[in-house]
């Protein structure tokens, strides 16, 4: 039986991360809108920020060498001379033995590399006491200190955080490279299958993947488009597939049954595709199908919720990476702790294990969820899952483990 | 000089944790929008999930009794009868010795407790043979068994993942009761910012401050309204207060000198607010102002982009989990590792040290970035911040710290 010849999880991930994907679309987006986006192309600075020596207090701007060994006791006299606003120009010079009032953010006069705040000073006119010594480029951003020109401030591939958005901001940039959103077509199927809208007959239970999936898909910046729901029959699920041709990539959830991955392969097939994988040696989501179709990834997921949901973090969201162009791996955190209890597994299969994560004082403990893959239910109350390598039979309690955030 | 009677970080959090707020706005929004909103109430489960007895597995429904002791040399001994499809309703009953085929995700008929997987069986006709005795419940999910009817299945006060929508989905609810988004209000003030559309002067610099709060807001689920910049002149700060003045909280960044933040307060206090809290003993970060103003809070935020983003990050978001309704702390990872460097603070003075995270096998490594508060590249190139207490003198390399993801 071709099921059983199950592929590993690691063979599984070569296959997708090899899977051929033509070029990216990408385009310019409104720096307001550019946030979770995939940035396309590396930001190179075309100016220095700051573009001047700014202070970074209110203060004396000085020359830092006329405050060397100044003490309350014995302070540095100089003379102050004017002042400059934050957003004043500023062509003044400071002579030696000189200062000039700046405020927070203003330009810096030339040939001063200093600030005193003002704490540090006693004034009386324009005679200035300095209480202390100042190093050079104390209390001042040099011009380029942040940012030289030319430099690359950020590279293409990541995903753009709010803190990116505001080095975009300080270099003058309202229009933005980024990749295209990946559009995923999502069909659900199965008989027993019902819209969420509709109050399900005795047997039939309401669509929970196409809900948990798209959302998923979501927030990670996907575009989804709903094929709806395709009964088990060969010419629905065909008709489905075709409604998606356009979209990037297709996940058809719900071929848990023999007969109904039976389905979903035979249709794939007979529209031209390929199968890469079918069955995996996971669990949940051992019912998994990969293929390729009109030269786009397709996934077909198991019908149980936390198996397809399993499935869509741990093997379909590589894809979404990669379909997005994003850099691989970046921007995916983890949380160590050790169990609490031993954990059973079987020998051979990669399971994965739902945990809550309570923190204590120096120490980081994971509790597993033992729970069917049809409950749903734990995927809510569960803080993240765990892997049981396919090389293990089961994991002790003590053991540190690595916790994949769910949400 | 007031500003000197700093307020620390825990007295201003309890100033912010006991602001009076009105009443939160809820609504109720379609299930494909509510990821990401707060659930503003308990959602109490009508119905059972699964609402009837389904099989995981394809197989043999049978009575778990039937097969105990049942052994590859030794099967026990069934009729087959019939069969069950995915969705289809059920009236069978089964007796004992007797077995009906049912596909995964079927309903099972009354009396049986059990399902053998087709792998465990030999079948010539209707004759069974089941090679492996069965536990109850094995390979079943029961009526209820994953939620019960009367059971709270997720509380008021959750951010709503894409797996709480799967369970909303499960119970047919397709309106869910959230709390409104809060309004934000956000203006950027001093002579020295200008719009990041135009070219900045000499002496001027672009206004960052507005892109990362506004998108740190953003991604807290808050609606941002812009105000612009306010020049430094009490008229101007006064007329963008009253722009926004409907916003649930007001957010006002660049009061960073003396003079600006003198500013600042006398607007607020002139339109009949009252200030709360006016300078804090942190780094960066000192010059902040909280204040209540037209029942509001309202925050005056540094005007350098890293001290901003700090305080946004650190004093803010507690008050926009308030007012999203959020229960408090919840939602919130960090990440614990070990210092590779000693870090220098001062005594008296809470700190925020951005850092970068290195993972290893068997240990994470917290690599300090030391920058001044103007260097907003930084912010991107963080992983995330720790804190260095105000009673510390620093901390030295080794020691274990938790660092709070920036992105």
Redesign the interface.
């Known amino acids: 039986m071709e099921f059983l010849t199950a592929t590993t999880s690691h063979a599984a991930l070569g296959i997708i991360a090899s899977f051929p994907l033509g070029e990216r679309q990408t385009s310019y987006v409104p720096?307001e809108e550019a946030?979770?986006r995939i940035l396309a192309s590396d930001i190179i600075a075309l100016e220095a920020?700051?573009?001047?020596n700014?202070s970074?207090v209110?203060g004396y701007a000085v020359k830092a060498k006329d405050t060397y060994g100044a003490r309350e006791s014995t302070p540095a006299l100089l003379i102050a001379r004017g002042e400059i606003?934050?957003?004043?120009?500023?062509q003044q010079s400071v002579g030696d033995g000189e200062a000039i009032y700046v405020?927070?953010?203003?330009?810096l006069p030339e040939a001063t590399d200093g600030v005193v705040m003002?704490e540090h000073v006693r004034r009386s006119d324009a005679d200035l006491e300095v209480t202390r010594s100042l190093r050079r480029g104390e209390n001042i951003?040099f011009a380029g200190?942040?940012?030289h020109e030319g430099q690359i401030?950020?590279e293409g591939g990541r995903?753009l955080?709010?803190?990116?958005?505001?080095?975009?901001?300080?270099?003058?940039i309202?229009r933005v490279p980024v990749y295209g959103r990946p559009k995923i077509g999502l069909i659900s199927s199965?008989?027993?299958?019902v819209p969420?809208?509709e109050?399900?007959?005795?047997?039939?239970?309401?669509?929970?993947?196409?809900?948990?999936?798209s959302?998923?898909l979501?927030?990670k910046g996907c575009e989804v488009i709903l094929a709806g729901i395709a009964r088990?029959a060969l010419k629905e699920i065909e008709e489905k597939l075709l409604m998606v041709r356009e979209s990037d990539m297709i996940l058809l959830s719900g071929g848990?049954?023999?007969?109904?991955m039976d389905l979903v392969t035979t249709a794939i097939e007979g529209l031209g595709g390929t199968l890469l994988f079918h069955g995996l040696n996971i669990k949940p989501g051992k019912p998994t199908i990969f293929a390729s179709l009109w030269g786009r990834p397709v996934f077909g997921l198991p019908?149980?919720?936390v198996s397809c949901?399993m499935v869509a973090l741990r093997f379909v969201l590589p894809m979404v990476q990669r379909l997005r162009g994003q850099t691989p791996g970046s921007?995916e955190?983890?949380?160590?702790g050790k169990l609490v209890t031993n954990v059973p597994s079987s020998y051979g299969i990669e399971e994965y294990v739902r945990a809550t994560i309570e923190?204590e004082e120096?120490s980081?403990k994971v509790r597993p969820i033992f729970a069917?893959?049809?409950?749903?239910?734990t995927?809510?109350k569960?803080d993240g899952y765990f892997v049981v390598p396919e090389g293990k039979e089961g994991l002790e309690a003590g053991v540190?483990v690595e916790v994949f955030?769910?949400?």
């Open positions: 720096l946030r979770g920020i700051p573009p001047f700014r970074l209110d606003r934050a957003g004043e120009f500023t405020a927070t953010g203003a330009m003002q951003c200190e942040d940012v401030v950020l995903e955080t709010p803190f990116d958005i505001g080095v975009l901001a300080a270099l003058g309202t199965g008989d027993e299958v969420v809208c109050a399900p007959s005795p047997g039939k239970i309401r669509d929970i993947n196409t809900h948990t999936v959302n998923v979501a927030a088990d848990s049954s023999k007969g109904q019908g149980h919720p949901a921007g955190w983890t949380i160590r923190r120096g980081t069917k893959s049809s409950v749903i239910s995927l809510s569960a540190e955030p769910l949400a």
